[in-house]
């Protein structure tokens, strides 16, 4: 502050200076205070949408294994899926969900539609796919599921955006994709061949 000063002009005595010094300190002091405070505010704000955001899924959770008695442990295992896989709880949690709503006799528990969906979710980002590519190829999965036949829809998703998964289903069906087509069209592909 002293090197300040004189570099401006001015002349600098002790008791200037340690103004100078107890102002810049109280005005440090203050920012810190409220930056601290800002800092939990926004904590605060981002905790209680989280929290709302985690109610939410959770009751969506709920309604659709409501004859499972542990919601605890369907969402932690819901949580764990969400985790292994690198998306997001409600991501996770929308997919799982839907699977047991969808078509109970495939996914009559949570860990046959939890792991499906670790499987699917692995699969696709193995082959470098996006979260929202990831999501679109599920809900078309999970939109024949809920059919309860596998549709020409689905197979030309799956043949457009994951060349990966029509392979496996090739090697599954002992089909070419060209075969695979018209099995769709026919309605010839079972929903467990599928799964």
Known sequence: IRDIGIMLGY?????????????????????????????IGFSLVQLSHLSEEFSRVNDQIQSSTEAMKDQDDVQKKILASANATRTAYADSANVISKLMRENEELFGTVDEAVSFNNAATMLFKAAGKTNDQIAGLMESINKSF????????????????SPEAVALLNRRLGTTTDQLEQLATDGKISLADLK
Do not use: F, H
């Open 11 to 39: 002349e600098i005595d002790k008791n200037t200076e340690q103004k100078a010094e107890n102002s810049i300190k109280s005005l440090k002091s203050m920012a810190t205070k409220m930056l601290g405070t800002i800092g």
């Open 146 to 161: 809920a059919k309860g036949r596998v549709d020409t829809e689905t197979i030309s998703q799956l043949l457009e955006q």
